[in-house]
């Protein structure tokens, strides 16, 4: 292709970007509208608009009533274009989500997970896929993206997770390879607390915000960083393993070392221990530790100022390297009003300008969310993104940036 053609059609991709991203944001808009949003010019915007419907991206929707009083045509998104896939996988239970392109789910399912974990669990997305496929009615074809958030860290030199002790056979097997061979299509995968990060950016307390800090606390203890809008991964894909923080215990003693010091401490089974060596009552889950403050526990009420009492020693943590605008707690245990205020209580009285802490608006749902905004984000980016460039070649001069997808 010579340059005046790359040029062309470089500057046909940008609009057509431009186009989507402006119906995707206002929901119905019209030719005119378009055009001032995206600063094409109205026949290109015509154009677009014309290519698009002919595809099946958008479709029109009615008409509006004009400034000099001629109906305009509006358009929307057709949201059954394509749909993508989000999968939340857990030491104890598997969800997966069916979205169409606006982000809308059209049909999900939540099963334990596998025992046998590794293929096995590839089996079991595969099975439990094509039953939601056939509860939405749509077209399997039609699915094109999938994004899965795991426990542990995703190598993606080998598509192997590691540190991921609670399922079975990931660091054994090309997990991204291998749901690819199975489903049909391409599946990014990720760490689960990056992507319940991305969930909260994408539909919680994390709007409109470009650094905060989501902290897990549950089984273990995680954290998803972001950092200028995108999250900090770190050049191995472990930043955020707080769970190696060297509080609550001796960072030395090896029996640490396979779930990280201060998940040692700040850990469900630890939190269990702590209540136990307080004298607490006999509770089989930390559930039962919050149930017992409502009669005046003194072992639970101790437990749990212990566990906030650490936990904002690692936010101590947080803040002084990665300076974030909000940290929002996450996780069964870590969402719980009692716990946030105490740790809300401490950071006011020992933390210089105390960051803001709130708990996660998305509760549970925000590592499935964030799953499905990342295949979303990578749709988007494949349908209506720039084509490959050489590294050399200079983007032509347009009058709307588009940002990203």
């Not at 929901?27 to 677009?48: I, M, N």
């Not at 958030?149 to 192997?160: A, E, K, L, M, N």
């Not at 307080?278 to 639970?300: N, Y």
């Not at 437990?303 to 906030?308: K, M």
């Amino acid at each position: 292709m010579n340059t005046t053609s790359l040029q062309g059609s470089v500057t046909r991709q940008i609009s057509v970007r431009s186009v989507m991203e402006a119906v995707l944001r206002q929901g119905s808009v019209s030719r005119a509208e378009l055009a001032r949003l995206t600063g094409l010019s109205k026949q290109t915007t015509s154009e677009v608009i014309r290519g698009l419907q002919q595809e099946g991206w958008i479709r029109a929707r009615g008409r509006t009533q004009g400034a000099v009083g001629r109906s305009a045509a509006t358009y929307e998104l057709e949201d059954n274009g394509a749909f993508v896939l989000g999968i939340d996988l857990g030491g104890t239970k598997l969800h997966l989500a069916l979205a169409n392109l606006a982000g809308g789910i059209v049909a999900e399912a939540i099963e334990a997970t596998h025992p046998r974990g590794g293929p096995a669990l590839v089996g079991q997305i595969e099975a439990m896929l094509r039953r939601l496929v056939a509860e939405a009615g749509i077209d399997g074809g039609r699915i094109r993206r999938g994004a899965m958030g795991s426990p542990g860290v995703f190598q993606p030199d080998t598509g192997h997770i590691a540190i991921a002790p609670n399922i079975l056979g990931l660091d054994r097997i090309d997990m991204r390879h291998a749901l690819r061979e199975r489903l049909g299509f391409p599946v990014a995968v990720d760490n689960d607390v990056n992507l319940a990060a991305k969930g909260e950016q994408w539909q919680g307390c994390g709007r409109d915000l470009e650094h905060f800090a989501f902290i897990a606390l549950g089984t273990g203890i995680g954290m998803g960083l972001i950092a200028d809008g995108q999250v900090l991964r770190g050049a191995r894909g472990a930043a955020g393993e707080i769970a190696y923080l060297p509080f609550g215990a001796d960072p030395f003693d090896s029996r640490g070392y396979r779930h990280g010091t201060l998940e040692s401490a700040l850990g469900s089974q630890a939190i269990l221990e702590r209540y136990r060596g307080f004298g607490g009552e006999a509770t089989t889950d930390v559930r039962g530790i919050f149930e017992r403050l409502s009669h005046d526990d003194a072992a639970a009420q101790a437990t749990l100022d212990e566990v906030a009492r650490l936990l904002v020693q690692a936010l101590m943590a947080v803040r002084a390297v990665a300076d974030p605008e909000l940290i929002v707690l996450g996780g069964s245990i870590g969402r719980r009003a009692e716990l946030v205020e105490r740790v809300r209580a401490l950071i006011q009285r020992y933390m210089a300008d105390p960051v803001p802490v709130v708990a996660s608006a998305l509760g549970n749902r925000a590592t499935i969310l964030g799953a499905i905004g990342m295949a979303l984000t990578r749709l988007h980016d494949e349908l209506f993104g720039l084509p490959g460039l050489p590294s050399d070649f200079a983007l032509p001069a347009v009058a709307a940036e588009p940002s990203e997808g």
